[in-house]
């Protein structure tokens, strides 16, 4: 995406009068969040095209995307309570009572007549969302508010030790695709008392479905606190939410209120997870990069390393995310580098060094930024996601840096393979790939602001 701004510029600087290149900056610039350059190139492309009625089309829906951004950050500044203490708020004025004719699973309540959760209502509800069907908004927000609890006593960095005999499965992107994830969950199986879930943030937004994998992620989650770990990722995230079609499809399917919540408790999610194993490790160890105790682990994160050297793992655990958006400038003072350029958003690189980003956002880091760190940190390896591979996975910088990506033929159209990777307690990794299965005839990003989907593919 980067290399096609730039070369936009190139064509743009030798031909002013360009008029694709103009089109092909705009979208680079829309598919990035930049609307108000988008939004200049269409003018100028309008000028030289005065009669093209879908860069006109584009344009107004451009123009209107950044009105309603900018007047929900006006309104943002207004608002005092969290999303959270609202919701609890509105429940307990019986705000948000059950649908009578709902006929579905049934969430269990506690002997205080509070509502709690157990796997036989997680495993009905999932095959009740895979008939197509809904729960009520209530349900909803109980899950939504379980898995609060946990993230808000969670530190940015979250330490998981892996116990002998136990396993965990570090699993990418999902970014939506529910009859993928349901697949995938065959595969990895539930959680239980020897076996963890990680999902390595993006389970929302251009899938159609993300309402449908989130929920049931957190409900995971709420169920087993310490054994379902989900990191944030960049689509985590309200500007993301907003143009790639999670704001639109929660707004659909259970109204404004949950959407807001939804979007405060991205805010409470992890930004990463030290998998450590307890084991020494198995076979030949001469180059492997051990923590102090010599056990093999593993620093996961949905993008990547860091726009500067001297990061520690004690500097990502202090992080202050709660309540705050990747997207703002200045955000978090010093720890601002640490999330927007670079957990969430940086890709590695195969030259050294540090360069831009192809995607126009954040860094791209190299071979010996990823040595170095994992030396100064005792890391074994980074785990990380944020791209499509078309086997699902990939292995780079000298075995130092890992990608993985679990959503197959990405929104229908990439081709490739989805995986994951699981991890036992001597730190060994075991890489499990799986194809995508058949959907409902829904296309991707059905919820997506302003009928630009086809350009935000």
């Not at 064509?11 to 609307?35: F, G, H, M, S, V």
Request: hydrophobic share 35%; with cysteine; charged share 25%.
């Amino acid at each position: 995406m980067w290399t096609r701004c730039c070369v936009s510029d190139t064509a743009i600087e030798l031909d002013p009068n360009y008029a694709k290149a103009y089109y092909r900056r705009a979208t680079c610039y829309l598919q990035t969040l930049r609307y108000k350059q988008a939004i200049a190139d269409f003018k100028k492309l309008l000028a030289l095209e005065p009669q093209n009625q879908l860069v006109r089309m584009q344009l107004d829906s451009t123009q209107k995307i950044l009105r309603k951004v900018e007047f929900e950050k006006a309104i943002e500044m207004e608002e005092e309570k969290s999303a959270v203490e609202r919701c609890i708020e509105i429940i307990a004025e019986g705000g948000c009572d059950l649908d009578k004719d709902y006929s579905g699973p049934v969430l269990p309540k506690s002997d205080d007549g509070k509502y709690s959760i157990d796997l036989e209502f997680v495993r009905k509800m999932i095959h009740w969302f895979k008939d197509g069907k809904t729960i009520p908004r209530r349900y909803v927000w109980e899950i939504v508010l379980g898995a609060h609890s946990y993230f808000a006593k969670e530190e940015s960095l979250v330490n998981v030790d892996i116990e002998d005999g136990a396993t965990i499965d570090i699993i990418g992107d999902v970014h939506g695709q529910f009859y993928d994830y349901l697949h995938l969950l065959s595969l990895t199986g539930e959680p239980n008392e020897k076996h963890a879930l990680l999902m390595n943030g993006d389970l929302v937004d251009r899938g159609s479905w993300s309402i449908e994998v989130i929920v049931t992620a957190l409900a995971f989650k709420w169920l087993y606190p310490t054994r379902m770990y989900i990191n944030r990722g960049n689509h985590e995230a309200k500007e993301m939410n907003r143009t790639y079609g999670f704001e639109g499809e929660a707004k659909h399917k259970f109204g404004e209120q949950t959407y807001k919540l939804f979007a405060h408790v991205f805010t409470t999610m992890p930004l990463a997870t030290l998998v450590s194993a307890t084991k020494p490790p198995q076979g030949p160890t001469k180059n492997a990069i051990l923590s102090p105790e010599g056990r093999k682990r593993y620093f996961v994160v949905h993008g990547g390393l860091f726009s500067k050297d001297g990061v520690t793992l004690d500097d990502v655990r202090k992080i202050k995310r709660i309540g705050q958006q990747p997207g703002q400038e200045g955000l978090m003072c010093k720890s601002s580098y640490l999330l927007r350029g670079s957990l969430l958003w940086t890709d590695p690189q195969e030259l050294p060094g540090r360069g831009p980003s192809k995607r126009g956002v954040g860094i791209a880091f190299g071979p010996d930024v990823t040595k170095r760190w994992c030396e100064a940190n005792g890391v074994t390896g980074v785990i990380r996601s944020h791209e499509v591979r078309q086997d699902g996975y990939s292995i780079e910088h000298d075995g130092l840096c890992t990608t993985v990506f679990s959503a197959p033929n990405y929104v229908d159209q990439a081709g490739n393979k989805g995986a994951f990777i699981r991890i036992d307690a001597a730190g060994t990794q075991q890489y499990t790939q799986f194809d995508a299965q058949p959907h409902p005839p829904m296309k991707p990003m059905a919820y997506a602001s302003g009928g630009l989907a086809s350009l935000l593919m």
